[in-house]
């Protein structure tokens, strides 16, 4: 089986055989992907009324778990934004009806945002279309390769992560 970047690389190794070619055959792989998922969220956010970066932050809630709250704090941190982009999603969420602000009982001072029933049902639907796009851009591979391909970039991606709360 031949794709896109076999050409590429091909182009390449015969222009430049004193190079290493190994990172583009993986990275130039990976790039397509992502740009692959890109449209495939993109689709299936729109799909439920939601943009990416909206999604971002309502997922972060859910997975808090009930009651779907967090501190600006820990939002900032789980979505990896400034202050100032987080204060700016909020307000638009909490216009849109899809978080509310609320005090914080263990701090005066602090605030907490938590997900409305109808953020929860828009995430959760997003999510769900997520998946089917995602379980799609994997079709022709088997369980094993799946967990085989979820292994090596768990391998690439380890020393970018940080650890785990």
């Known amino acids: 089986m031949r794709d896109e970047v076999d050409v590429l690389v091909e182009a390449w190794a015969r222009e430049r055989g004193d190079l290493d070619l190994a990172p583009v055959e993986v990275f130039s792989r990976i790039g397509r992907l992502a ?7 993109k689709v299936a956010f729109t799909a439920h009324d939601i943009e990416s ?6 997922a972060a809630l859910r997975r808090a778990g009930a009651p779907y709250e967090l501190s600006p704090g820990r939002l900032l941190h789980e979505t990896l934004v400034t202050s100032g982009t987080m204060t700016n999603r909020v307000d638009r969420l909490v216009g849109r009806g899809l978080v509310e602000r609320l005090p914080d009982p ?9 997900l409305t029933p109808e953020g929860k049902t828009s995430v959760d639907g997003a999510f769900e279309a997520l998946l089917e796009a995602e379980r799609e ?3 022709d591979l088997t369980a094993r390769q799946r967990a085989e391909l979820a292994g090596l970039l768990r391998a690439l991606l380890a020393p970018f992560s940080s650890p785990q709360r």
């Open 53 to 58: 970066w909206e999604f971002d932050v309502l």
């Open 35 to 41: 740009r692959r998922l890109d449209l495939a969220r």
């Open 137 to 139: 851009l994997m079709a």
């Open 106 to 114: 263990r701090d005066r001072r602090g605030v907490l945002v938590r």
